[in-house]
């Protein structure tokens, strides 16, 4: 046999495929993937048509970006807590204050997967 072209240098760094879950998924059974609508979290990277990876059995914390619950309508905005709210990452939008009794926090932003090809996020 003999190669038509040059052989890649890629080639002497491979150890096999790649496998995606163990790269980004901690708990599978707790990992999610969801894909976001709108420009709200714009500034901390996060895109209308992006897909974020989300675990529910991380534990929220000051600063960490959140799914939540809000009147009954999924969002996604980084947790604050003092004073406690939702705060997005694009100035056009306002903060969302969390009342005394609280807003169920549905799982912490883990990975954000940003498509650069178009129509690659399968979004029509």
């Given at each position: 046999m003999v190669a038509a072209g040059f052989p890649s240098p890629a080639e002497d760094h491979y150890d096999g495929p790649l496998d995606l879950d163990k790269h980004l998924i901690r708990n599978p059974a707790a990992t999610y993937i969801l894909r976001v609508t709108g420009w709200s979290m714009r500034d901390a990277g996060i895109s209308d048509g992006d897909e974020i990876i989300v675990d529910r059995s991380l534990r929220a914390a000051d600063g960490s970006i959140?799914?939540?619950?809000?009147?009954?309508?999924?969002?996604?905005?980084?947790l604050r807590t003092r004073?406690?709210?939702?705060?997005?990452?694009?100035?056009?939008?306002?903060n969302i204050p969390i009342p005394e009794g609280g807003i169920e926090i549905w799982g912490v932003v883990t990975t954000v997967i940003h498509h650069v090809f178009?129509?690659?996020?399968g979004a029509r």
């Open positions: 959140v799914v939540a619950i809000v009147d009954t309508e999924f969002t996604v905005k980084t004073p406690p709210r939702l705060e997005p990452a694009n100035p056009e939008f306002p178009p129509g690659a996020s």
